[in-house]
Structure formats: C-alpha cells, structure tokens
C-alpha cells in the first residue's frame, strides 16, 4: 500500500485489528463472497500480537468443561448450566470451521494451534466438594459433557494430578475431568489464516496503520490512519467496517458516532501469569485445572493451573494476578481510560463503579501483592511450590464492558458484544472471554445482523453448511448429530473423541 497523503483506496470490507475476530471473519467472507475487496488493517508490526497472543490468551479452548464461573449456583441449589452449555455449542462451531479450514488446506496441520490437553475443574473443602457434585450432575444431562469425570477418590484425583496432590494431607477435595478438552493457541492459529488470506486475489493485510478516525458520508465509511513509521495518513473508503481491535475497538466505537454506541464505557483490567521455570515440575502435570474465584474478582481472574503447548514446547502457568492500569492495550497508552471518558458514558461508568466497590477493592489487593503472597496462591493447588521455580510473566490486557442501563445507570459486564449500527454497515467488538472460542459463532452472529439478504441466500447458505455442517441445527438438542460431528472434527483435528 502506498503511503502517501493523498492515498484513498476503496473496499468492500475494513477489518480494524489483525486478530482472531478479523481473521474469522476475513475468512468466513472471502469463503461466502470471493470477489470482496477485503483490507486488514493492524497498528502492530505482526498479526495477533495482542489479545491473540499465546502468552496473552489463556488458550483454554473455552468449552463450559472447567469453567465454574460458567455454571453458578442459585440461592435455591439450583445450578444454572445454560452459560456452560452455550459455550460448549459455540466452541463445537469453531471446531467444526477449524477442521474445514484443515480439510481445505487452508490451514497445513492441525498442530500448530490445537493439542489434547483435558480439562479439569479442582476444588476443596466440603461445600465446595458438594457444588461440584451438584454441578457434574447438572452438566451430564446434557450430551454435550457426557465424557465428563468426577471424582472424590486421593488415588483417582493423584493419577489425574499429581502435581496438585503432592504433599496433600487429608484434606476433602474433588475433580472433574473432561479427557477431550483442548489447549489453542490463537496466535498461531490467527497467522495462519492470515496467510492464507494473503494468497487470495482481493485481500491486503497492512501493519503499523493506526486508525484515528471514522467517519461516515455518502454510505460509506471514510478510515483515516496514519503510518506509524512514516508518519504519512491515509484515507480508505468501505461500505462495511468491522473494528476489532481488542480493547482499541471501545475508542473507535465512540469516534464512529454511531448512536448505538453510545453509553459504552470500559474498565481496562491488566493480567500476569507465574511461568513454571523448571523442567521437571512441567513433566509432573498434564492438564488444565480451573478452581474457583475469589470473592469480587472477575471472571478473567479464575485461578487456573494450566499446561499450554506453545511453539510446539510444554509450558505450566498458573493465574493469572490481576492488575490495573490505564492502558486498553498491552502496547496501548496511559491516557486510553481518560480518553474514553465523553458525556454520554461518564454517568454509566460512575455507577458502575459505585456498584463494584467489592472489584475496586480485588484489584488493589492484587496491585500490593508481593512475590510471596503470590506464591501463597500458587501454593493452594501446588502445596510444596517454591517461588525460585517461577517467574513472573506479563499477560494480556482486556477491556469489560460498561453498558448504560434505564434502571441501575451502568452495569460491569465481563462477557462479549458485537454493536451494530442499525444499517449494518459498521459493527464493534467489545469485551473478553470467552471471545476467542467463540469467534465463529460471534462472527455468524454478526453476518446475520450485517448482512441480512445475503446470508438467508440460499448460495451463502450451502456455503456455510460446507464450512460448518451444523449450521442451522443445535448440536444441544442432537445427541446423534453432536457425536458424529464431533468424530469428524476430533479425526481432521487429529484429537481424542472419547
């Protein structure tokens, strides 16, 4: 791309962010419509450097398996499993575009971004060992968890863990196990459609282009960027724009002007990992193993303790630490909060914050944490660990949502949402996990609200059934169809199925 200041360039399509969002969505258009004019455009130097990062992404392979957070319990005993059954349809999607993009030779081996590695939920003490029951009862009514384990027996729970039960005394503990669960490493998955896209005739992908505005006249949407290392701007012109940008998308969404989104704030909450250093304890643990969350710590902060497969080496992580800057973005600016702040989001953010003092409070305790009180943490699943075996490793950043609300004013909200203008022509990404997992159905969502004509077309229909064979149906109510789905995409894969 030339880098002039006259430069205007036109495209059907404007992808802000060259993350796993963009990099679906690119795919899933170009798939749909081959003579799009597509654009990416990625402040960085490289694509998925952020949210996207394997460092930076917790690389679960969100499928409701581990996550308690996912299924709360009620004032009645009642455990709701409708977050946990969502998920886990949403990421048998992703599954099932993944392993089309492996059968189509989009993407050359499953195992650059995908591994086995089961998914494990652990607590402790006796009200905890009896949610957990109850929530493994709830869960295998569903088909969807039927590979599911639970276990209150040492001798099961230490071929399981070793790790976590070295040095146990007799302490009443429980597990569940899902062996299908999977680790994902979204960077890697991410360049690997990128380059994909980059041999199709129609698609450019260019780095170090900052977005600082947006602005709509005639139908279409101007994009005005600056080459960050030739300080030269731009204008591109596109009928659709998707921002999605991680937590740059909440600036964007407020200079676009759209009426909806308006009353959109953000809470930047920073993350950092203890990264086993020590060969041997790595080769002691093979699993990811989820407890529960602190009192008043957000969903991003569930402590886990997590066998990751990154550039085709073993790694143990354990957090992550919460933290708190000002930045949206890892690579971001001190001023992002501030600048943020307008008058239509000023009331909701204030009321948001008024109502999660308990949040305020979690996270200056985290800020203050020493290397021994992290330690302390680490220490409830591996009793016998020393800090000199661990280092610590600065993660991802993410934005939570603000929303204005008639009655509360402004409520936190830890979850993702596509804002669509009501024509459809631009939409924004905002919020966290589980993002990544769910990119597929997330940017299905936001073909049938931006596209509506053309995805009820029987052509892009047939497409997407090819793409995704369950398209259309609900793999939840279809234990036949949800096995023989999953056995394709555990062979293309080359994953465990049972």
């Not at 497969?309 to 949206?328: R, S």
């Not at 934005?399 to 402004?410: H, R, T």
């Amino acid at each position: 791309m030339e880098t002039s200041d006259i430069l205007f360039e036109k495209s059907d399509v404007i992808l802000i962010g060259a993350g796993i969002m963009s990099a679906t969505l690119g795919m899933l258009l170009k798939q749909l419509q081959p003579n799009y004019i597509i654009t990416i455009l990625e402040r960085l130097d490289i694509a998925a450097a952020e949210s996207s990062d394997a460092w930076n992404n917790a690389g679960t392979g969100h499928s409701g398996f581990c996550e308690l957070n996912y299924t709360p319990q009620l004032a009645n005993g009642y455990i709701d499993t409708s977050k946990a059954i969502q998920t886990a349809e949403s990421f048998e999607v992703s599954r099932q575009f993944w392993a089309y993009l492996v059968e189509s030779g989009s993407i050359n081996s499953p195992d650059s971004f995908i591994e086995n590695i089961p998914h494990m939920s652990c607590v402790w003490g006796n009200e905890n060992v009896d949610f957990l029951k109850a929530r493994y009862r709830a869960l295998k009514k569903s088909h969807l968890f039927e590979n599911m384990q639970y276990s209150e027996d040492p001798s099961q729970l230490e071929d399981w863990m070793p790790l976590v039960m070295e040095g146990r005394n007799n302490e009443k503990m429980a597990a569940t196990r899902v062996e299908t669960g999977t680790d994902v490493n979204f960077g890697s998955l991410t360049r690997g459609i990128f380059n994909k896209l980059k041999e199709a005739d129609g698609i450019s992908i260019h780095f170090n282009q900052d977005v600082y505005d947006l602005i709509k006249h005639d139908n279409k949407w101007n994009i005005k960027i600056k080459d960050l290392k030739r300080g030269q701007k731009a204008t591109i012109q596109s009928k659709f724009v998707f921002i999605g940008a991680g937590g740059g998308s909440l600036p964007l969404l407020l200079k676009s002007g759209i009426p909806e989104g308006q009353g959109f704030g953000g809470f930047p909450v920073s993350g950092q990992w203890l990264k086993c250093i020590n060969p041997e304890i790595i080769k002691k643990h093979h699993a990811k193993i989820y407890g529960k969350a602190s009192v008043g710590a957000p969903p991003m902060s569930v402590p886990h303790l997590d066998t990751r497969i990154i550039q085709g080496n073993k790694a143990l992580l354990f957090g992550p630490y919460a933290g708190f800057t000002t930045k949206f973005l890892k690579n971001g600016s001190v001023l992002d909060l501030l600048s943020s702040i307008n008058l239509s989001n000023i009331l909701p953010m204030v009321t948001a914050g008024l109502a999660n003092i308990d949040l305020t409070k979690y996270l200056i305790e985290q800020i203050r944490q020493s290397p021994e009180d992290r330690l302390v943490a680490l220490q409830e699943f591996i009793p016998g660990a020393q800090l000199d075996d661990w280092e610590l490793e600065i993660a991802g950043q993410r934005v939570q949502i603000i929303k204005n609300d008639p009655v509360e004013g402004g409520i936190l909200e830890f979850g993702t949402e596509v804002v669509t203008s009501a024509d459809g022509s631009i939409a924004a990404l905002l919020g966290a996990s589980p993002g990544a997992s769910t990119a597929v159905s997330i940017m299905l969502n936001l073909l049938q609200q931006c596209f509506p004509d053309k995805i009820t077309s029987q052509v892009w229909v047939d497409k997407l059934k090819t793409m995704i064979p369950s398209y259309g149906q609900l793999l939840s109510d279809d234990a036949i169809l949800c096995r023989e789905i999953r056995e394709w995409t555990s062979n293309v894969l080359d994953l465990k199925n049972t």
